[in-house]
């Protein structure tokens, strides 16, 4: 199992690149926010309640 959550406004990584990890693993769950590349710093609470999801 895979859980990728990306920042849609990161400027250190591309955009497209969440695509490679749902070819790659193909039950992967992705999730692009609303956030950069720290998104921890301004999404927090929605990256918590998914990560207590997956986990679960």
């Known amino acids: 199992m895979t859980l990728v959550l990306w920042g849609k406004y ?4 591309e955009l497209s690149e969440p695509g490679a990890y ?3 693993v193909p039950k992967a ?3 692009v ?7 921890l ?3 927090a609470d929605q ?8 986990m679960n």
Do not use: K, N, Y
């Not at 926010?33 to 998104?39: E, Y």
């Not at 990256?47 to 997956?54: M, N, P, T, Y």
């Open 10 to 13: 990161d400027l250190s990584f």
């Open 22 to 24: 749902r070819r790659d």
């Open 29 to 31: 769950e992705v999730h």
């Open 33 to 39: 926010l609303d956030a950069g590349h720290f998104a």
């Open 41 to 43: 710093d301004t999404a």
């Open 47 to 54: 990256i918590a309640q998914l990560v207590r999801g997956f």
